[in-house]
T-cell receptor, first 115, second 111 residues
């Protein structure tokens, strides 16, 4: 695709339910990042995938959060047993992955509201 | 772990004046420092970046400086215009390619 695509754009769920957020990166981009942005706040690093290497999960806030990237392309961020503090915009970004590549291309984000 | 601190959190300047935003990073192995601009309701977009082998980079009204010894870098916007109003984020990429962002600066340009 022309850019990073995320779905759903908006998700309202009840506390305790599981949610899945999807990211489709720019074709050919081997590096993929997930960030969380709470209202009016900064970009909190969650997880980073690079090619076939083991992902860097050091930013995941709890074991309720997990992410996978299948076939080196599409990624899914899963939040189990959602809590109200999980409410935020979840941003996905990709970059081409080469040593000289720096720019992150962000998706529009998935806004999660936990009631 | 890696950390990036950004100051100030809010900044208001008169149109035409300059704005400066400062960041410090903790990982001395960081080698790439981008700046992103996020307009209200939109996604962050890269405006300028600098690599660890240079000390300064300019692009029209914006410039970034890097002091590797002190582990800090700054964004300078000259001749500010209303369209510069946005939230600006600095970031640092570690040797492991993890990209950590600062907490953001909300810049307002007064007419």
């Amino acid at each position: 695709g022309a850019g990073v695509s995320q779905s759903p754009s908006n998700k309202v769920t009840e506390k305790g339910k599981d949610v899945e957020l999807r990211c489709d990166p720019i074709s050919g981009h081997t590096a993929l990042y997930w960030y969380r942005q709470s209202l009016g706040q900064g970009l909190e690093f969650l997880i980073y995938f690079q090619g076939n290497s083991a992902p860097d999960k050091s930013g995941l806030p709890s074991d309720r959060f997990s992410a996978e990237r299948t076939g080196g392309s599409v990624s899914t961020l899963t939040i189990q047993r959602t809590q109200q503090e999980d409410s935020a915009v979840y941003l996905c970004a990709s970059r081409s992955g080469g040593e000289g590549s720096g720019e992150l291309f962000f998706g529009e984000g998935s806004r999660l509201t936990v009631l | 772990g890696e950390n990036v601190e950004q100051h100030p959190s809010t900044l208001s300047v008169q149109e035409g004046d300059s704005a400066v935003i400062k960041c410090t990073y903790s990982d001395s192995a960081s080698n790439y420092f981008p700046w992103y601009k996020q307009e209200l309701g939109k996604r962050p977009q890269l405006i300028i970046d600098i690599r660890s082998n240079v000390g300064e980079k300019k692009d029209q009204r914006i410039a970034v400086t890097l002091n590797k010894t002190a582990k800090h870098f700054s964004l300078h916007i000259t001749e500010t215009q209303p369209e510069d109003s946005a939230v600006y984020f600095c970031a640092a990429r570690s040797s492991a390619s993890k990209i950590i962002f600062g907490s953001g600066t909300r810049l307002s340009i007064r007419p």
